[in-house]
């Protein structure tokens, strides 16, 4: 029976026999004892050490590789070791990566201060790129094409279909933690590799850290050799947390998109806006290619509010009782995170002096969250 995604996202990963819980047991451990000397010889055991999961990691890895339609799904400590492990799986000495300008730039850190040693090169292209443009990049030594949409902070969409396909061998790896996996299948537009933090939305709630590469059939042994010599590990407890994250992930991203959306909306009606960066707007760069490639956006946007003094930012900030400040998104709870893209920009031209804004629309009442907004550009106000 095939079924749709909610459904198949809150059963799957279950044991299918015997007395059952309704989630897969928190199997955790290191030492698996064997029951004689020669079922160690043969290592006749579903799982023979720790660090390599158990049972509980094998169900929660089964349910992505159903989510991401990936044939194999490899757990990270976070969401950057899912980038890291990734790149690391592909890159050789001497090769080539392309990389997105607006990429998340801790993985920006990755290619700048480590694989640069490796002897790496990383080229950053502009994040709004034609496919001839990027295809004209790709070199023979080229290993890796990095991709990600929308690109953090600043939300350009990428034309994905079309980077996969100038990319031609090449494989391509996409960081698809916005989407959470729901709403864009880089897999099956022909991309080798899905990224997520699981921090983000599938864990949900702010109190966990985890990452997974989503692998097609043919990068499987790549990164499953990559995450078995670093040693990449992860607790049982936080796998069942992910898990009991996703069987009601669909639900509150309906939420997470309407929240979004209404305040995204209700900004771009305020004098102070300028701009808003949110893919289903068109003031966000590639808007048109989120509308071909995806189903729907989540809760996390930008914002060009029409000041650049950091003290009215300050206030605006301070002002805020509901909206928390702080890293991260993708938990129950709202967020605004002010931001300087320039910074960490080298290909494209962010020449935008105003001050960034990033949102994250939590699950609260839509009333009480634009009441909040209202306080804080009064406070900003008080300060010209
Ligand atoms: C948050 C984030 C990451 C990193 O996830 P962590 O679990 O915080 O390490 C990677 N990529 C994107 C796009 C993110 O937003």
């Not at 000397?37 to 158990?54: E, I």
């Not at 094998?58 to 490899?74: G, I, P, T």
């Not at 300008?101 to 201060?113: H, I, K, M």
């Not at 997520?196 to 042994?221: E, F, R």
């Amino acid at each position: 029976m095939t079924v749709k995604g909610p459904t198949r996202d809150a059963h799957g990963g279950r044991p299918r026999d015997g007395v059952r819980l309704v989630n897969p047991p928190c199997e955790s451990g290191s030492t698996v004892l064997f029951p004689d000397y020669a079922s160690f010889r043969a290592r006749h055991r579903p799982w023979h050490y720790g660090r390599g999961g158990t049972p509980t990691h094998r169900a929660f890895e089964q349910s992505l590789c159903a989510l991401e339609d990936a044939a194999f799904a490899s757990l990270t400590g976070s969401g950057l070791g899912a980038c890291a492990l990734a790149i690391l799986s592909v890159v050789r000495q001497g090769g080539h990566v392309l990389v997105p300008d607006s990429v998340y730039s801790p993985t920006r850190n990755v290619c700048n201060q480590y694989l640069a040693d490796m002897g790496v090169e990383t080229t950053f292209y502009a994040p709004t790129i034609s496919p001839a443009e990027l295809k004209s990049m790709v070199r023979p030594e080229t290993q890796l094409v990095f991709a990600e949409s929308p690109g953090s902070l600043t939300f350009e969409v990428p034309d994905l279909p079309g980077i996969i396909a100038a990319a031609g061998d090449v494989p391509v790896a996409v960081d698809n933690t916005y989407s959470a996996g729901v709403f864009l299948k880089p897999l099956v537009m022909g991309a080798a590799m899905s990224i997520q933090a699981i921090t983000k939305y599938i864990g949900g709630h702010s109190d966990l850290l985890m990452g997974a590469v989503c692998t097609n059939a043919q990068y499987a042994d790549r990164v499953e050799r990559m995450a078995r010599i670093l040693g990449s590990s992860v607790s049982a407890q936080d796998v069942s947390l992910a898990h009991r994250g996703l069987r009601t992930l669909h639900r509150r991203l309906t939420t997470h998109q309407q929240n979004g959306l209404a305040l995204a909306q209700w900004l771009s009606e305020r004098a102070e806006v300028v701009n808003v960066l949110h893919p289903a707007f068109d003031g966000c760069l590639g808007h048109h290619f989120w509308q071909r490639d995806a189903t729907g956006t989540t809760g996390l946007f930008s914002v060009i509010v029409d000041w650049e003094d950091e003290g009215r930012t300050a206030a605006f900030i301070d002002a805020l009782t509901l909206f928390g400040i702080g890293y991260s998104w993708g938990g129950f709870e709202s967020l605004c995170l002010p931001a300087w893209p320039k910074a960490v920009r080298s290909a494209g031209k962010w020449t935008e002096r105003r001050q960034l804004l990033r949102f994250h629309a939590g699950l609260e009442d839509i009333d009480d969250l634009t009441a909040d907004l209202d306080r804080a550009f009064s406070a900003a106000a008080a300060t010209s």
